[in-house]
């Protein structure tokens, strides 16, 4: 019985490690890794066209009900409108597989965005996973946000409600407005590295 229990337990704590070291790599204070991406208009987009700004990642999954909550609510919307409004680069990535059968491809993306009237700078594909697992994203949604420095000055989840439920909303500390506010008022980020919370990202492998 010890040896089994060894033989189950060695691949779980290796796969904690090599997670823990991943994570690491994009702490609050790293330089954010750069990267090109196609937007679902075919154009193309890269973090390094938007120095000098500050830009919000939102990783993003239509499918998943985590996400369904901040967008059926309009909650994720207004966040996006307030905060472009105010100069912020908003940019949804997706880095669904396109074998998973939560894949959308571009048109199917257009539509459901327009449907659920978003307003991101931009939603961009990265069916290979490669800026996912670069900053490590772990969940739909998962949240960044970059100074215009192109350092990492939050990472974690929306907020502190970790439900899919929109009655949750209203009284839910939202992390990413606050962070927002303080950043955009000269103040460092009080929250800056929160657990995020969803549905895992349906990564190739």
């Not at 257009?110 to 449907?115: F, G």
């Not at 939050?154 to 303080?182: M, Q, T």
């Not at 995020?196 to 492998?205: A, D, E």
């Amino acid at each position: 019985m010890r040896k089994l229990f060894r033989i189950f337990l060695a691949p779980v704590c290796l796969t904690a490690v090599l997670a823990a070291v991943a994570y690491a790599a994009v702490t609050p204070g790293a330089t954010a890794p750069d990267f090109t991406l196609t937007a679902i208009d075919g154009n193309p987009v890269s973090l390094s066209q938007f120095r000098g700004k500050y830009v919000v990642l939102e990783w993003f999954n239509s499918e998943c009900p985590f996400v369904q909550k901040h967008y059926t609510s309009g909650n994720m919307q207004k966040l996006q409108s307030k905060y472009t409004a105010e100069g912020v680069v908003w940019l949804a990535i997706n880095s669904t597989n396109p074998e998973h059968s939560n894949y959308r491809d571009p048109q199917r993306s257009r539509a459901i965005m327009s449907q659920w009237k978003g307003s991101p700078t931009a939603l961009l594909l990265d069916p290979e996973g490669g800026v996912g697992q670069a900053y490590d994203a772990r969940t739909t949604p998962h949240m960044y946000i970059i100074d215009p420095q192109g350092k990492l000055v939050y990472r974690g989840g929306i907020d502190d409600k970790p439900s899919f439920s929109l009655r949750d909303i209203p009284d839910a500390r939202n992390y990413v407005a606050v962070a927002l506010d303080e950043l955009l008022a000269g103040q460092p980020v009080s929250d800056n590295d929160t657990r995020p919370y969803g549905c895992s990202i349906k990564y190739k492998y």
